[in-house]
């Protein structure tokens, strides 16, 4: 594939660029107003809804989007999902009461999820491998700059005009980022008649829909014997068994199975489930710990998450400079993961008397660990599988992180919920739940027994990153497997090989 004139790359990595941000900043920008959400609208029950609710509908939105814009091409695909993303936002600012607030999340998040896919699988129509790889190493350098500037606009936001803004403030983005793709991507010819695989579709979002629940639900909201939960678990394995049956035998699949004899799509996607899980844990509960524990108010809270956006864009820019250099990546992803399960375990020692500069610095290596796996993860997909399937395969990298993501913040949750029933709980018998216990309450103990809840706030976060730290060292042992295919002569119209 020739290499488009520098002027239409520019062009075209600024359209990606632009919407790319849009997505990922309205998915992290909710972080650090989660408090003052919940003190508004509900009790500390609901705070994981809030990101997981646009963590679920992105990750049931990417691959279908991914499949759209393989049959239709990326532009329409690419506006459609502009307009959902500003609709949800829209509701979401206007939300009264937390069931709207999340109904908006849903519908943003579908179009957020599809415009992460779809924009990176631009990348790879318009770039041989060797030069995609330092492109999606620079997205994946914006995708920090927005995952970790998002948590930083929304404290700023909440303490000037409210949490209100913090959905309104993508509006001018998204308005200039549909005009810009208007009048810059070309639109797609059809010459072929596609039949979208609707049954496939409606599979999968039942498949992810339970799965998230199950894992956000199951231990804490409901009993694991409940009938509720039981009901939850037969729809995840009915629904996964029937999607796996259609994708056997439809003509056209959302996923195709052919994509999963691919060793490094395997690979890739295990790992990007895996560092989704600690990736999202880590940013969602973070700013919360500084909150509560150090004292932090949300702006700054957001401000020490530069130093974990700082490494994440370094390892990100600096893994895709050294694809481009030299053709090579499989020993990135076992480096990378390693470097994120030893911060990880130095970010579960952390407490109330932890400074915040070591707090600052583990995060910064929290980024390192990440980055690489975000450009080197999209560029092996993408140079592994048939060009026909770049759109689901892109897709399906962010599916999997999302999920992983979605899945892990709920398994956080659940972990924070266990952990503040077993060491505030005890502290705080004039609560008849927990889960109601929001920052102002905390501010208005006594000195006492504010620095006693402090304390056992702490101990219940804190197991979280270790978790996480598990995780990550799994993510590495699995990325050994990985098989390094040359950029130089790669392309994507090869055939996928199974091993």
């Avoid at 308005?175 to 009048?183: E, G, P, Q, S, W």
């Avoid at 056997?248 to 295990?270: C, K």
């Avoid at 909150?291 to 990100?316: C, E, F, N, T, W």
Wanted: with cysteine.
């Amino acid at each position: 594939m020739a290499s488009p004139d520098s002027r239409t790359l520019r062009v075209v990595l600024m359209t990606v660029a632009l919407t790319l941000f849009l997505a990922s900043t309205g998915q992290s920008i909710v972080s650090t107003a989660l408090p003052e959400i919940v003190s508004d609208l509900g009790g500390l029950s609901y705070i994981t809804w809030v990101v997981t609710a646009y963590l679920l509908s992105s990750t049931i939105g990417a691959p279908i989007a991914g499949k759209l814009g393989d049959m239709y091409g990326r532009k329409i695909v690419l506006q459609c999902a502009i307009v959902i993303f500003l609709i949800g936002g829209a509701i979401a600012g206007l939300a009264w009461n937390m069931p709207v607030l999340i109904l908006g999340r849903i519908i943003q998040g579908f179009g957020g999820g599809s415009l992460i896919v779809v924009s990176m699988a631009v990348v790879a129509d318009v770039l041989p491998p060797r030069e995609r790889a330092r492109a999606q190493g620079t997205l994946s350098g914006v995708f920090g700059v927005s995952t970790v500037l998002g948590p930083l606009v929304g404290g700023f936001l909440v303490q000037s005009v409210g949490w209100h803004w913090i959905f309104f403030v993508n509006l001018p983005f998204g308005i200039a980022a549909f005009v810009v793709l208007t009048r810059t991507l070309e639109a797609q010819v059809h010459t072929v008649r596609h039949k979208m695989d609707y049954l496939g579709a409606v599979l999968l979002m039942c498949f992810l829909s339970a799965l998230v629940l199950l894992a956000n639900l199951a231990g804490t909201v409901l009993a694991w014997s409940a009938p509720s939960t039981l009901a939850l678990m037969a729809v995840t394995v009915a629904s996964l068994v029937g999607f796996l049956f259609n994708e056997g035998r439809a003509s056209e699949p959302v996923m195709p199975p052919l994509l999963f004899r691919v060793r490094n799509y395997q690979v890739a996607n295990s790992v990007n489930f895996l560092v989704g899980m600690a990736m999202f844990g880590t940013i969602s509960f973070v700013p919360m710990f500084l909150q509560v524990v150090k004292g932090v108010d949300p702006a700054r809270s957001g401000i020490y998450l530069i130093a974990m956006m700082a490494g994440l864009i370094g390892g990100s820019f600096s893994a895709g400079r050294f694809m481009t250099r030299t053709g090579r990546y499989r020993f990135l992803p076992p480096m990378a993961t390693a470097l994120l399960c030893v911060s990880l375990i130095a970010l579960s020692r952390i407490g109330s008397e932890t400074p915040l500069w070591q707090i600052a610095a583990n995060l910064a290596f929290v980024g390192l660990g990440i980055g690489p796996n975000l450009s080197v993860g999209v560029v092996a997909i993408q140079t592994a599988i048939p060009r026909e399937h770049l759109g689901v395969g892109t897709a399906s990298a962010n599916m999997f992180r999302l999920t992983g993501g979605a899945v892990g913040t709920s398994i956080f949750g659940a972990v924070f919920n266990h952990g503040m029933t077993l060491h505030v709980q005890p502290l705080m018998p004039q609560l008849e739940r927990i889960q109601d216990l929001t920052t102002t309450i905390i501010a208005e103990l006594e000195p006492v027994s504010r620095q006693l809840v402090i304390e056992g706030f702490s101990d219940a976060i804190a197991p979280m990153f270790l978790i996480g730290a598990v995780v990550a060292g799994l993510a590495c042992l699995i990325s050994l497997r990985l098989i390094e295919l040359p950029l130089a002569s790669a392309s994507p119209a090869q055939p996928a090989p199974a091993e």
